[in-house]
């Protein structure tokens, strides 16, 4: 019996001496899939080459008829004179220049997307929880999803307020207003958070920058120490340097809503002011 | 049960096919409806080859993975392909690019339909390669030791939005020139190497010779901007992103897919 197996493998793949390599010959019995019997396993052609081939299929066909249906925008030659009203960058964009709204370039198209980047580059070095590796679960990582998932929906809400909601001059319009018309320019005057501080505890320019300055720090400050005090596990086992760079890019993206809030409920323009950068 | 006359014929046919000597020089096996021939088509297929010859059953579920990251290499393909067709007839100077699309538009047999499938695949790209990354995320797919193909990812999924963004420019319409100069405005005050943004005039940064110059090749989205996001858009990103895609598909291999057992 035995012999005859080798003969049949013996015939399938004919040795050939020019060759480095070759495939031997097919065996029954466990594969590397840890303790997985082959019954486990299903051959990729044709199961899972149909799949693909489907998909592609039904991607081609939508991609065709949008294409026959809808056509890509061309609008008038490229000139400098005239400005389009408003000016919006393609949609995957769209977030970024809404924080324009409340942040100046350098944080709004720069800082706040490196930030982005790096933060999801450095998802699989600070996630050190093994559970939930490789099937949908909430429960084993509910800190986690419930981050990503607020990242991303901050994301997706910008944009779609920039697609839908923002009309001439970048000011909101709501579907039914009638887009072709300006809008008065906005009643309430932006107050800095120093001129307010001012104001409201009757201190100095100088003192009250400051007090700016140490609010800000707190932010981050408190926002450090808070889980360090409270939830000892997870400083412990995330270890110094993880944990520091968890707490900074988590506060981070939670400032960006913060500052939006404190913008559309407080009119405040800057909650910091040095001589180089505004925040 | 005996076979009937068309299974015969069918067989029969078969058989001519794939034990002709073309047949056997170009895919040295059989055809592909026995366990053997089943490896060997992906065994000794180049692009079979990025398969497995086995897969888990698990994985074979769309419920698991949507096609998601499937379906993003396959919008870039599409793009490539399209591309190279509109760049028979598009030609990168600010005088005529613009005249170029009308054409593409109006005269060129297919013209339309070839730059209207390149922009739709465009956004379906980016579209796809977000829901990708969800899908990615939610499985837990980055965790050990799959970390660096996520690192991978993270870069392909920066290069897709660079394509896009330097694909923009090339009609050169309103459209485009001013989501370009409204782009390279950030690019300005970018903190240190931008010349509005912080720190820049400690650093003796001017117009001239800021990031914002570099990207642009002057100081306004002009004919020097044009060349570089064309060569960046049509040659430069799309090598690098192939190569990115290729560690990424070969890290799959060699990690194994995270899906269910
Ligand atoms: C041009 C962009 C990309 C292409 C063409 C691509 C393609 C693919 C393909 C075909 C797979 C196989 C499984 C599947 O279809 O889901 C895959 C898996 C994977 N991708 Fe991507 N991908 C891209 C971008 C990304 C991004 C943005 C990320 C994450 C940030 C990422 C992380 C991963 C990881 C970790 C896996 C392994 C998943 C597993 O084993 O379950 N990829 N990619």
Redesign the pocket.
Known sequence: MAEKEQTTAFEIFPKDRKKTYGLMELVKGTTSHIEKEPEDTAFCWPNLVYIELISLLIATIVLLAISLYSHAPLEELAGSDTTPNPMKAPWYFLGLQELLVFFDPWLAGVVLPTFIIIG?VVIPFIDINPKGS?YYSFSERKFAVTTFAFGLALWWILIVVGVWLRGLDWQWYWPWDDWREHKPPSAVTLIDLELLLQNILGIGEQVSRIATYLLCAGYYAIGFTIPFILFRKFYKQLGFVRYNLVMFLFLSMMGVPLKIFLRLMMNIKYVMVTPWFKI | MKKSFLDRLSDRLTELVTESQIWKAIFRHGFPDTDVNRSLVVFTNVFLHLHPVKVRKGALKVRF??????L??FF?LVLTFTGLFLMFYYVPDTRRAYNDIKDLQTVIFFGNLTRDMHRWAAHA?VFF?WL??M???L?G??KPP?EF??V???L??V??LVLSWTGYLLPWDQLALWAITVGSKMAEATPLIGVAGPFAKELGITPSNDIRFMLLGGTIVGQSALLRFYVIHCIALPLV?AIF?TI??WR?RK?????PL
């Open positions: 999801l490789g | 993975a949507w096609c998601a990251g499937g993003t290499f870039f790209m390669v990708h990354m899908r990615v995320f499985t797919s980055y799959r193909n996520w991978v990812g993270v392909l999924l290069m897709t992103a895609m990424h598909f799959i990690d194994g897919f995270s899906g």
